[in-house]
């Protein structure tokens, strides 16, 4: 590693940006926090369940400041969940999200939103602005470039700092590999729009990437190889990415819950539209198909250390 891309130098820039990263669990999102001479912002609010815990956060953070300004990068209940607690501890908090989804919110729309066909759940929030792919934002102390992110998310946006070449690339890209391609479970071609953004990614030549999810990294180039790799997986294989669907899906409920009966788990799986579509099951499915189902990707969970079976019990590892 030479010595523009090393650890002390990444941190040394994360700091002259007046950045502090929450790095949080996979059931949250990772939070940025701005602090700068004259504003603070948070870009990303995590999951609902831990809200409490963001606010904390933030007020530990802040001391005396208040948080003016909230950004979502884009809207999946891991970004967003705890928008509401966040405008609930800060007042005059301004929230600005992407575009594409403003009515939604606006008129409250938690299935447009996908958060009910995903068996997730996002207290209702408002919003003041949104984030035009195109323009820049002041974050700190520097302007931030905003891009579209299509691909995981078709709303989705990524900021990017030109002159410490610094990604906030939301599920864009992680260290190894890239989001769920939602629109691919809808019938809808995205994984080209998943390319294309990893190629404006590599165009933009960033030195460090603060992802959506995981620890700050500097090898971009070796997390674009790993994300090209994976893609090109699901385009031959559209089969395996409908299973890591569901199995972060799965993964995701489970983390919110740590423990739950076979019983309650597979009431959860039959019921969530979401994996109803992904399974392209019949109007009455067969129950010990839907059993036979669940359990072939708890075993793939477990194999991996993902969870473990304890009696009638699944328990998050």
Not at 115 to 143: K, M, S, W, Y
Not at 175 to 192: H, K, M, Y
Not at 193 to 210: F, G, H, Q, R, Y
Not at 226 to 239: I, M, N, Y
Request: with cysteine; aromatic share 8%; charged share 20%.
């Amino acid at each position: 590693m030479n010595e523009t891309n090393s650890p002390a130098c990444t941190a040394s820039r994360l700091n002259r940006l007046g950045i502090t990263v929450f790095e949080r669990g996979w059931l949250s999102s990772n939070n940025v926090l701005f602090q700068g001479d004259e504003s603070t912002a948070l870009v990303d609010s995590g999951y609902c369940t831990h809200s409490s815990q963001t606010v904390s956060l933030v007020q530990d953070a802040l001391q005396t400041r208040p948080l003016d300004l909230l950004l979502n990068t884009h809207l999946h209940s891991d970004h967003c969940g705890g928008n509401a607690a966040l405008q609930a501890a800060f007042p005059q908090l301004k929230t600005r999200i992407p575009p594409g989804q403003a009515e939604a919110v606006a008129n409250w729309d938690p299935v447009t939103l996908t958060h009910e066909p995903t068996g997730q759940t996002c207290p209702a929030f408002n919003f003041h602005g949104v984030l035009f792919p195109g323009d820049t934002i002041r974050l700190g102390h520097a302007h931030w470039e905003i891009h579209a992110a299509k691909g995981h998310d078709p709303h989705s946006i990524v900021l990017f700092e030109p002159s410490s070449r610094v990604l906030i690339s939301a599920d864009a890209l992680w260290e190894n590999g890239f989001g769920v391609v939602f629109p691919e479970l809808e019938g809808i071609d995205a994984f080209e729009e998943v390319s294309d953004t990893l190629s404006v990614i590599e165009a933009l030549k960033p030195a460090a990437v603060i992802p959506g999810h995981g620890a700050v990294f500097d090898d971009v180039e070796g997390a674009l190889q790993r994300a090209r790799s994976r893609l090109d997986q699901f385009v031959k294989t559209p089969e395996k990415h409908r299973r890591y669907a569901l199995k972060v899906l799965l993964k995701f409920k489970l983390l919110e819950w740590q423990s739950v009966t076979f019983d309650d788990l597979l009431a959860w799986y039959t019921k969530t539209p979401y994996i109803r579509s992904l399974e392209r099951r019949p109007v009455s499915p067969d129950t010990e198909a839907l059993h036979e189902s669940l359990n072939s990707l708890i075993a793939d969970l477990a194999k991996s250390n993902a969870l473990r079976v304890q009696g009638d019990r699944i328990v998050d590892a």
